[in-house]
T-cell receptor, first 114, second 114 residues
Framework: DGGITQSPKYLFRKEGQNVTLSCEQNLNHDAMYWYRQDPGQGLRLIYY???????QKGDIAEGYSVSREKKESFPLTVTSAQKNPTAFYLCASSTQGWVNQPQHFGDGTRLSIL | RKEVEQDPGPFNVPEGATVAFNCTYS??????FFWYRQDCRKEPKLLMSVYSSGNEDGRFTAQLNRASQYISLLIRDSKLSDSATYLC???????????????FGTGTRLLVSP
């Protein structure tokens, strides 16, 4: 089955620790995205990548880093510089070319501080 | 002013009722529009794209009014399984870059009761 797989489903971060969230897709999509969702708020864009080896900051990139070494994979690292990391993190992908191309989401990772 | 605004609800309706959600967006140059459905603690799932001429998918009808920068979703014959949060999503990306910047509303919560 084609889809987007995020892991782990739940993650706990200690003070000063970096953690990495995995996102893998087998949809052959060129573009991938990372969002953060806080209670009562809309999704906010952290980073996006339109092609392999290229990525751009979204609206709230501070305290996060990404890589895009393979088309299928777009991991997100939440660094210790992100002071409020507790949120629901969602990875999405879409075909390149943007008019009327929806994004499809993985089932998310919930990150909490220990 | 928020880029995408929705009434948060909740809308409480009995089974079989017709319910309508509205959404306004700020960027008149926006090119594409979507409704997503999000169940509690789950990822958003595409419900339907919204086309200029309006479109229907079974019990769901979406309308777009570009002049008023307004999108609507109508659900007829509500089912218990329609209970969810409905997200209005507007693509505010740039045509020249091909970048798809989806801006999400905070969602409207629907509760369908027996």
């Amino acid at each position: 089955d084609g889809g987007i797989t995020q892991s782990p489903k739940y993650l706990f971060r200690k003070e000063g620790q970096n953690v990495t969230l995995s996102c893998e897709q087998n949809l052959n999509h060129d573009a991938m995205y990372w969002y953060r969702q806080d209670p009562g708020q809309g999704l906010r864009l952290i980073y996006y990548s339109q092609i392999v080896n290229d990525f751009q900051k979204g609206d709230i990139a501070e305290g996060y880093s990404v890589s895009r070494e393979k088309k299928e994979s777009f991991p997100l690292t939440v660094t210790s510089a992100q002071k409020n990391p507790t949120a629901f993190y969602l990875c999405a992908s879409s075909t390149q070319g943007w008019v009327n191309q929806p994004q499809h989401f993985g089932d998310g990772t919930r990150l909490s501080i220990l | 002013r928020k880029e995408v605004e929705q009434d948060p609800g909740p809308f409480n309706v009995p089974e079989g009722a017709t319910v309508a959600f509205n959404c306004t967006y700020s960027n008149s140059a926006s090119q594409s529009f979507f409704w997503y459905r999000q169940d509690c603690r789950k990822e958003p799932k595409l419900l339907m794209s919204v086309y200029s001429s309006g479109n229907e998918d079974g019990r769901f009808t979406a309308q777009l009014n570009r002049a008023s920068q307004y999108i609507s979703l109508l659900i007829r014959d509500s089912k218990l399984s329609d209970s969810a949060t409905y997200l209005c999503v507007v693509n505010m990306g740039r045509l020249d870059t091909g970048f798809q910047k989806l801006v999400f509303g905070t969602g409207t919560r629907l509760l369908v009761s027996p």
